[in-house]
């Protein structure tokens, strides 16, 4: 089942990332952010007593700020041992309807193309600091995103880690 994470969730969910990126990047991304204010949506996969995914949606900054709530996806993560069994997608698919719940314009997200591409994600022109093949958004209001000049940024937990 799919549920809103708690902060107990916090070690299980860093021993997650741990394991499923091969790097503890993620897993001090993922202290960072539950210690910041910047979370808008953090969903586990949970079995039993086993947290078997997660995803964690932040808010981001748009300079100039033309007043879109933009958000951004990351980390997300199943384990190893349960991967390719569709909890990824049913995470990012619940984030996504959460995220519209919430009234976000957009999501963004960092990563393969040919996942996200399910989800309707397209390679974004909004200029960032990240490799622009890889970085993509999902407009949620219509064409917000279209020909607009403006550079966006991930929460501040993104540049310390
Ligand atoms: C990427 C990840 C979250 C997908 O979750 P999952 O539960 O395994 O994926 P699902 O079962 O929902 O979807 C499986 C599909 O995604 C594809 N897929 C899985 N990982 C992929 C990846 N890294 N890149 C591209 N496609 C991927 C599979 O080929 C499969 O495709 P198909 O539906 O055409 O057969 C998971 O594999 C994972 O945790 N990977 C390690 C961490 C990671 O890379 N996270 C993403 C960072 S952007």
Redesign the pocket.
């Known amino acids: 089942m799919i549920r809103k994470s708690k902060q107990t969730d916090l070690e299980k969910i860093a021993e997650l990332m741990h394991e ?2 091969s790097s503890e990047v ?1 897993s001090n991304l993922v202290r960072k952010l539950f210690s910041g204010e910047d979370i808008l949506v953090n969903l586990v996969y949970q079995s039993q007593d086993q947290i078997l ?1 997660n995803v964690i949606i932040s808010k981001t900054k748009m300079y100039p700020d033309v007043g879109l709530f933009c958000v951004g ?8 041992s ?11 698919k619940a984030a996504i309807i959460e995220c519209s719940n919430l009234g976000v314009d957009a999501l963004f ?4 193309p ?3 591409k ?1 989800f309707s994600f397209e390679v974004s022109k909004i200029s960032s600091d990240y490799n622009a093949a890889n970085f993509q958004e999902l407009q949620l209001k219509s064409n917000c995103l279209s020909d607009l000049q403006a550079k966006i940024s991930y929460a501040d937990a993104f540049s310390v880690v």
């Open positions: 499923s990126f993620e995914g996806v990351g980390p997300l993560a199943v384990r190893p349960h991967q390719f069994k569709g909890i990824g997608s049913q995470l990012m997200v960092l990563g393969d040919n996942y996200y399910r």
